[in-house]
């Protein structure tokens, strides 16, 4: 309970490669696409300034150099070279390194154009702390001394279990924020949410000028103030799921069970108020339901039930596991 467990190495391989698509498809908005045309919204080729800089825009003021369109469509390529090497394997330190860097950069300059948007923390979040844990022998290394982990325990255990606290931090820290700013009476007063609504499709109106922009935040501002119990229940519940999303951190039934939970919420918030947070719901995917791992369970549960001489690969919920349903040897 609440430490590392081992993974196979093809549950590792398919995160990786899932959260690697998350990543580029958040920055491809942002950043200039290598082939086609971005369907998202403009870009940081736009924004030549940091008028109110945020994070690390306070002490690197030349992130603006990202919104050069040659060196955004550069940075572009070298992200999706990182993470092809992230996918694989190869160089995670270094890998992670530049992966990392890239999207907090890009972000920080997003950040700092006076509107803030923290859909895509979550993300950097996970980068970040995947990262820490890619860089620890090297770490380790430099006092003199050798990371040991626990019998059956690799890096690689470690960087999911850390990348499910950074997610479980993410939605905690929230919840804490909320009752730190108004205790209970936040749940009282979530109908009120009806005004940001407002604030919302008022600057997506601004941004795009259609109409129909600003018709669609009233229905949405309305359906909160007239249905203000049901609002209520909607983001009160989302409010407990926040604060014990550390119980993710148990093991895989209740990560599992907690990430899909989360990712109701996430769906029904945005179905009702048109708050939406995608990327979070990837990412809770990702790592927290770990789909690849259920449907191999599956498919080994009705393997033994028609046939009870067949030898499933042993628990992988257990440090102690090694299991036989494993990828290439390059994936580490």
Known sequence: MFRPYAHARYEVFFMRLLFAVVVLLSVDHMLPPLLGESSGTPGIVQKAKMPYPTGIGHVLPFLTVLADETVAWWT?????????LYISGFVLPISL????????????????????????????????????????PWGFR???????????????????????????????????????????????????????????????????????????????????????????????????LELFAFLVLIGRRSAALLGVSLIAMHLAIGCTMALHFPQNQQTDFVFLVNAPFWIVAAYTWLRRKRCPCFHSPRNTNTPSAHPRLTGASIFQ
């Open 97 to 136: 390194a530049v992966v990392t860097a890239i999207h907090i950069a890009v972000f920080t300059l997003n950040n700092s154009q006076g509107s803030i948007h923290h859909g895509y923390q979550i993300i950097s979040v996970t980068l970040l702390a995947q990262c820490i844990v890619a860089w620890l």
């Open 76 to 84: 572009h390529l070298v992200l999706a070279t990182g993470l092809v």
């Open 142 to 240: 430099l006092f003199g001394k050798i990371l040991v982990l626990p019998e059956g325990l690799h890096l690689r255990d470690l960087s999911v279990y850390y990348s499910q606290l950074a997610i479980a931090g993410c939605y905690v820290i929230a919840g804490v924020t909320k009752m730190l700013a108004s205790g209970p009476m936040w749940i009282v007063k979530s109908p009120l949410i009806a005004v940001q609504i407002h604030k919302s499709f008022d600057q997506k109106y601004y941004e795009y000028l259609d109409p129909a922009l600003l018709e669609e935040g009233h229905k949405y501002a309305d359906f909160a103030v007239q249905n203000p119990n049901l609002t209520r229940l909607i983001l009160g519940g989302g409010l407990f």
